[in-house]
T-cell receptor, first 113, second 114 residues
Framework: SQQGEEDPQALSIQEGENATMNCSYKTSINNLQWYRQNSGRGLVHLILIRSNEREKHSGRLRVTLDTSKKSSSLLITASRAADTASYFC?????????????FGAGTRLAVHP | NAGVTQTPKFQVLKTGQSMTLQCAQDMNHNSMYWYRQDPGMGLRLIYYSASEGTTDKGEVPNGYNVSRLNKREFSLRLESAAPSQTSVYFCASIPGQTHNSPLHFGNGTRLTVT
């Protein structure tokens, strides 16, 4: 099974609602990163949260990290149609002597006008 | 700044053909990466280069070779393409050699092998 697993796999909401995506992982991490991918494009970094941090904000985005539960959540408040995209968490770990960034399979978010 | 540029955007190959995917970054980054993205599987690391002149295997290196031509350019070569290599390929870079800063991605190459 994967190091980072997002939940849910897909989420459909109305504009103005909040969207929450969760990420669980298995091993100790240095940091956890969230990315967004619009259809047909590359991934764009949203927020990086370090293992000694519990919460970070960026505009309408709020990320929490609970290392005791090995989980993170991404909250998008007051969603807009433009937030429609896939969202990925990625965990930075040290494995086999080198640094790795392991991606989950993503959450597909659809925001309807 | 263009960031990370990948060429081509699309490519169709027949089984057994070869091709090279090009990637260049203009941010003076040290480390560069090649990932593949398949439906429902997230991104998987093929090869990476922590600095000019070095390359290392990632999670799924079989069937691929790479060249770190200089600090800017990192190419991915398929010597004999197979249908299992149908995927979207992303190049990415970071300033240092650890993942303490986020990846910068190109827009991808969509490859179909028939």
């Amino acid at each position: 099974s994967q190091q980072g697993e997002e939940d849910p796999q897909a989420l459909s909401i109305q504009e103005g609602e909040n969207a929450t995506m969760n990420c669980s992982y298995k091993t100790s991490i240095n940091n956890l990163q969230w990315y967004r991918q619009n259809s047909g494009r590359g991934l764009v970094h949203l927020i990086l949260i370090r293992s000694n941090e519990r919460e970070k904000h960026s505009g309408r985005l709020r990320v929490t990290l609970d290392t005791s539960k090995k989980s993170s959540s991404l909250l998008i408040t007051a969603s807009r149609a433009a937030d429609t995209a896939s969202y990925f968490c990625a965990t930075a770990v040290i494995s086999g002597g080198y640094n790795k960034l392991i991606f989950g399979a993503g959450t597909r978010l659809a925001v309807h006008p | 700044n263009a960031g990370v540029t990948q060429t081509p955007k699309f490519q169709v190959l027949k089984t057994g053909q070869s091709m090279t995917l090009q990637c260049a970054q203009d941010m003076n980054h040290n480390s560069m990466y090649w990932y593949r993205q398949d439906p429902g599987m997230g991104l998987r690391l093929i090869y990476y280069s922590a600095s000019e002149g070095t390359t290392d295997k990632g999670e799924v290196p079989n069937g691929y070779n790479v060249s770190r031509l200089n600090k800017r350019e990192f190419s991915l070569r398929l010597e004999s393409a197979a249908p299992s290599q149908t995927s979207v390929y992303f190049c990415a870079s970071i300033p240092g050699q650890t993942h303490n800063s986020p990846l910068h991605f190109g827009n991808g190459t969509r490859l179909t092998v028939t």
